[in-house]
């Protein structure tokens, strides 16, 4: 049996399993997807994501950390995992909104520089921006509501290590990439690595906003935190 029939059985055992047993599968998926047979993501990815209409917040919730992991093993899934998360904006469950902020934190330089790759007349690429940007915003406006500490921590976190460090000057740059170009494992991006122009990713609006949310965090930090600004 071929990996990919694997992974198509699991994802068929998975609509039929309990909870406990899914978040297992998950998990078995990720081991084919990422490890055994990497071929294959591209072809399953989104029969996967469609999974995250699950009633269990633990399971969405493990679908959201496979989704996260993707964008570091296939950069043309980018799209397919922004509209995941978008979908998911609706429910506002803390925990599903913490595993999505951290995810945004840990990729959301991968997101932008993936999208600022693709062809501008990229209908895909241009929704998939919208949807990035409004899954940001929305953490951002977390910070002004009574979530949790932990979900607003995990929010100032995206805030700080990715929102504005990645749309802050660099000292590095300019050098965009360019469409063909593959992203490196392990290396941050910043405003320097995306085109002076582009259709849609507009890099000065990107460094306004992240010079705006620094000013922010700096009110935060001596007004001892984002409930009290």
């Known amino acids: 049996m071929s990996r990919k029939q694997q992974a198509l059985d699991l994802i068929n055992e998975f609509k039929v399993s309990s909870s406990e047993q899914k978040v297992y599968l998950v998990a078995q998926l990720k081991e084919i997807c990422f490890k055994q047979a990497p071929h294959v993501l591209f072809d399953v990815a989104q029969d996967i994501f469609d999974l995250s209409l699950d009633r269990s917040a633990q399971v969405r919730r493990a679908l959201i950390m496979f989704a996260g992991e993707c964008v570091y093993h296939n950069e043309a899934l980018v799209p397919a995992i922004l509209s995941m998360f978008y979908r998911?904006?609706?429910?506002?469950?803390?925990?599903?909104?913490?595993?999505?902020?951290?995810?945004?934190?840990?990729?959301?330089?991968?997101f932008i520089v993936s999208l600022a790759k693709a062809p501008e007349s990229s209908a895909a690429a241009r929704t998939a921006y919208s949807q990035l940007q409004d899954i940001a915003h929305s953490f951002l406006d977390t910070?002004?509501?009574?979530?949790?500490?932990?979900?607003?921590?995990?929010?100032?976190?995206?805030?700080?290590?990715?929102?504005?460090?990645?749309?802050?000057?660099?000292?590095?740059?300019?050098?965009?990439?360019?469409?063909?170009?593959?992203?490196?494992?392990?290396?941050?991006?910043?405003?320097a690595d995306l085109p002076a122009t582009h259709a849609f990713v507009q890099r000065d609006s990107i460094e306004a906003e992240a010079a705006q949310l620094f000013i922010r965090c700096e009110g935060w930090c001596r007004s001892g935190g984002p409930s009290s600004s």
């Open 143 to 191: 910070l002004s509501t009574e979530a949790s500490e932990q979900v607003r921590t995990q929010c100032v976190r995206f805030a700080l290590e990715t929102y504005v460090l990645f749309g802050l000057p660099s000292p590095k740059g300019p050098w965009p990439l360019k469409e063909g170009d593959q992203l490196r494992m392990g290396q941050f991006y910043s405003c």
């Open 88 to 110: 998911l904006l609706e429910d506002r469950s803390e925990s599903l909104v913490r595993a999505m902020a951290f995810e945004m934190a840990r990729s959301y330089d991968r």
